[in-house]
């Protein structure tokens, strides 16, 4: 599916390896154009910052935030881009893992941020979504692409592609976890994500706040510091639950 706006996926070396289920990997193969990249820290990555230091692109990172440009709300006109192509970067791993991510990299931190407001909660079955409103990769792709159409800033005339590809590789899954003759999948049938307990604890007051939807205590751990970044006017955008 053709995009004019690049999408970019940094995978935490966890999710390359070890996962059965990476959506960041399928979204990447639907996405012509698209770029997965593989690190913990991407400031040495000559790709990601080509893409970063050619004035050509308006790159942003999808990460959430209380001062986050939302896509939802039109935050993002096309005007506002100047004429240079959306590059959005998602960092695709779990929660702790894209904050280590963002955390190792400077040059993510100096960046400005998107995010959207989902139009539906979570459809991933076969795993457990931490807090309202966290989404997989390729659902928040789906998303970012909903919202982009809205705003005329891209076309999306396949919504149901990204959709029916996650369904059926949880389909695949569950039909693995139903073999017998398969090791290394969980026998338990599957409850509905609606009817579970979310998280609660620390992490999840961190999550809170990166949605905006409980003020910030202290200095968030998005936040740059005097010494890694000297652009603290960037506007933030944030973006909705890496994983």
């Known amino acids: 599916m053709a995009t004019r706006t690049r999408f970019i996926f940094l995978m935490h070396p966890k999710e390359f390896k070890q996962e059965k289920a990476g959506t960041g990997r399928l979204t990447h193969l639907c996405l012509a154009g698209s770029e997965l990249h593989v690190g913990l ?10 893409l970063v230091n050619d004035p050509a692109n308006l790159t ?5 935030g209380p001062q986050a440009l939302n896509l939802s709300r039109g935050d993002l006109p096309p005007v506002d881009r100047g004429g240079r192509r959306l590059v959005v ?30 139009t539906a909660p979570s459809r991933y079955i076969i795993k457990q979504q931490p ?17 982009l159409e809205r705003t ?3 076309a999306y005339p396949q919504p149901a592609q990204l959709l029916n590809l996650f369904q059926r590789m949880q389909d695949f899954q569950m039909r ?9 999948y969980r026998r338990q049938p599957y409850s509905s994500p609606g009817e579970r307990s979310l998280a609660r604890g620390r992490s999840a007051s961190r999550r809170e706040q990166y949605l905006g939807r ?8 998005d936040q740059p510091t005097a010494s890694s970044s000297t652009t603290n006017t960037n506007v933030a955008l944030g973006g909705i639950a890496p994983g």
Do not use: I
Request: hydrophobic share 45%.
């Open 131 to 147: 807090q309202v409103g966290c989404l997989s990769t390729l659902e928040a792709t789906h998303e970012l692409l909903l919202a």
């Open 152 to 154: 005329g800033l891209d």
């Open 176 to 184: 693995c976890a139903a073999d017998p003759a398969r090791t290394g």
């Open 89 to 118: 970067l998602l960092l695709d791993g779990t929660w702790a893992a894209a904050r280590k991510m963002l955390k190792l990299s400077p040059t993510l931190q100096r960046l400005p941020r998107l995010m959207f407001t989902p």
């Open 60 to 64: 942003m990172l999808v990460y959430p």
């Open 41 to 50: 820290s991407f400031d040495q990555n000559e790709k990601v910052q080509a």
């Open 214 to 221: 409980v003020p910030a205590t202290g200095r968030k751990l």
